[in-house]
């Protein structure tokens, strides 16, 4: 295959190899011929890890261009690919023989038609007999795609496939920066948070015939796609449960406040009261934790500004947060002064109704803690502010 000048490259395809003397020629003849029969021009680019068993000598005799990627991992070899990609489209798939590279005008078709990122999906194309584990095929990647689909609300059947074709700039701007198999995921859940048009075509899963395992590691990897999921959606990891476990603590605390209740024969008391508080407490803290994260990711571009934010910080200020802190510690400090002068007037012994000023006292120091954290969030959110602004 010819080189050619930047602007007369119209697609690129790409190539991770870690050892694949046994597939990448075939490999690299497929996507040549998917080049050559619905490309205007092209290139075949393989990026290799690292091999040592001839993979790259078969791939540039094959006719592809070698990139040697020396950081170890799926995600570093395809930044490094598409990074010395010249064409305008890229098209990236394993070197495993498990997608017929042949197989390019779906992708291009919809990429010449303005969509950024087209994903192949395996699910609607159909999955070999043997082709995907049963627990990477009925759990794993049916699980974490629909999570993808609920946290970043996108369509996006299959998450995880090898092969997906995108404009070169597009993808380069998201700034994709994972080194691992969660590479992957990473390239979706950007696309979905910046608004790119992303589609889907049925794709083919065939059996590998490499004839060894694959550098895929079932838990290890399913863990960091999960992983990055829950860090790139503070609201599911941190705002939704900090929430609900605020709301169902102030249910039950409200409830409980003025007395004891009974459900039947089960009584509830103080001893609820104390996990109710328990509740509250730790739920602010997420709730928290989701804005602080929220508001760093976006500061160091990990995720995109969000206008709901800013007119947030036009009334959430420094200033405001001290002031409900401090209304926060006043109201605790009052119960706790009520309790020691209950107290005192008992002669510092025992109290004859303690449920009434254990009452007061789990409120009360429930306040002051949520003062506590209200004042020192706020002076962290304004440390991050600054950079903001």
Same mark, same amino acid.
């Not at 404009?167 to 590479?183: C, K, P, Q, V």
């Not at 007119?311 to 420094?318: D, G, K, N």
């Not at 000023?357 to 002051?368: C, D, E, G, K, M």
């Given at each position: 295959?010819?080189?050619?000048? !930047?602007?007369?490259?119209?697609?690129?395809?790409?190539?991770?190899?870690?050892?694949?003397?046994?597939?990448?020629?075939?490999?690299?003849?497929?996507?040549?011929?998917?080049?050559?029969? *619905?490309?205007?021009?092209?290139?075949?680019?393989?990026?290799?890890?690292?091999?040592?068993?001839?993979?790259?000598?078969?791939?540039?005799?094959?006719?592809?261009?070698?990139?040697?990627? +020396?950081?170890?991992?799926?995600?570093?070899?395809? #930044?490094?690919?598409?990074?010395?990609?010249?064409?305008?489209?890229?098209?990236?798939?394993?070197?495993?023989?498990?997608?017929?590279?042949?197989?390019?005008?779906?992708? &291009?078709?919809? @990429?010449?038609?303005?969509?950024?990122?087209?994903?192949? !999906?395996?699910?609607?194309?159909?999955?070999?007999?043997?082709?995907?584990? +049963?627990?990477?095929?009925?759990?794993?990647?049916?699980?974490?795609? #629909? #999570?993808?689909?609920?946290?970043?609300?996108?369509?996006?059947? /299959?998450?995880?496939?090898?092969?997906?074709?995108?404009? %070169? !700039?597009?993808?380069?701007?998201?700034?994709?920066?994972?080194?691992?198999?969660?590479?992957?995921?990473?390239?979706?859940?950007?696309?979905?948070?910046?608004?790119?048009?992303?589609?889907?075509?049925?794709?083919? @899963?065939?059996? /590998?015939?490499?004839?060894?395992? +694959?550098?895929?590691?079932?838990?290890?990897?399913?863990?960091?796609?999960? =992983?990055?999921?829950? &860090?790139?959606?503070?609201?599911?990891?941190?705002? *939704?449960?900090?929430?609900?476990?605020?709301?169902?603590?102030?249910?039950?605390?409200?409830?409980? &406040?003025?007395?004891?209740?009974?459900?039947?024969?089960?009584?509830? !008391?103080?001893?609820?009261?104390?996990?109710?508080?328990?509740?509250?407490?730790?739920?602010?803290?997420?709730?928290?934790?989701?804005?602080?994260?929220?508001?760093?990711?976006?500061?160091?571009?990990?995720?995109?500004?969000?206008?709901?934010?800013?007119?947030?910080?036009?009334?959430?200020?420094?200033?405001?947060?001290?002031?409900?802190?401090?209304?926060?510690?006043?109201?605790?400090?009052?119960?706790?002064?009520?309790?020691?002068?209950?107290?005192?007037?008992?002669?510092?012994?025992?109290?004859?109704?303690?449920?009434?000023?254990? %009452?007061?006292?789990?409120?009360?120091?429930?306040?002051?803690? &949520?003062?506590?954290?209200?004042?020192?969030?706020?002076?962290?959110?304004?440390?991050?502010? #600054? =950079?903001?602004?």
């Amino acid at each position: 295959m010819a080189r050619l000048s !930047d602007a007369a490259v119209e697609l690129s395809v790409v190539i991770p190899c870690l050892n694949e003397a046994k597939t990448i020629e075939a490999c690299v003849l497929a996507a040549r011929d998917g080049v050559a029969r *619905y490309a205007e021009s092209g290139e075949v680019i393989v990026a290799d890890n690292g091999s040592t068993d001839g993979s790259r000598e078969l791939a540039r005799a094959a006719g592809a261009t070698v990139v040697e990627v +020396p950081v170890r991992g799926y995600g570093s070899a395809l #930044l490094a690919g598409i990074g010395a990609a010249r064409g305008r489209f890229v098209v990236m798939g394993d070197a495993d023989d498990t997608y017929d590279l042949r197989e390019l005008g779906g992708f &291009l078709d919809k @990429l010449r038609s303005g969509v950024d990122l087209v994903m192949g !999906d395996r699910f609607r194309g159909g999955i070999e007999p043997g082709a995907m584990p +049963p627990l990477h095929k009925y759990v794993g990647n049916p699980l974490l795609s #629909l #999570l993808g689909r609920v946290f970043f609300r996108t369509d996006v059947r /299959d998450f995880h496939s090898g092969i997906r074709a995108f404009r %070169r !700039d597009s993808i380069l701007a998201l700034d994709l920066r994972t080194t691992g198999m969660e590479f992957a995921s990473e390239m979706v859940v950007k696309s979905a948070l910046r608004g790119l048009r992303i589609d889907q075509v049925p794709v083919t @899963l065939r059996r /590998d015939r490499r004839g060894r395992p +694959p550098h895929l590691r079932t838990w290890r990897d399913g863990w960091r796609h999960l =992983r990055f999921l829950l &860090l790139y959606s503070p609201r599911w990891l941190f705002l *939704y449960p900090g929430a609900l476990l605020m709301l169902g603590g102030g249910l039950v605390t409200a409830l409980l &406040l003025p007395g004891p209740k009974a459900a039947g024969a089960i009584g509830f !008391d103080v001893h609820t009261l104390i996990y109710s508080a328990i509740a509250i407490v730790i739920g602010f803290q997420a709730v928290a934790f989701a804005i602080l994260t929220k508001v760093f990711a976006v500061g160091e571009g990990l995720l995109p500004r969000d206008p709901r934010l800013d007119r947030a910080f036009q009334y959430v200020t420094l200033e405001t947060g001290l002031i409900v802190g401090a209304a926060l510690l006043a109201v605790g400090g009052a119960g706790a002064v009520w309790a020691v002068t209950t107290w005192q007037a008992a002669g510092f012994g025992a109290l004859d109704d303690t449920s009434v000023t254990l %009452r007061i006292v789990i409120a009360s120091s429930t306040a002051l803690a &949520l003062g506590v954290q209200v004042v020192l969030a706020s002076f962290f959110l304004s440390i991050l502010g #600054l =950079r903001r602004r």
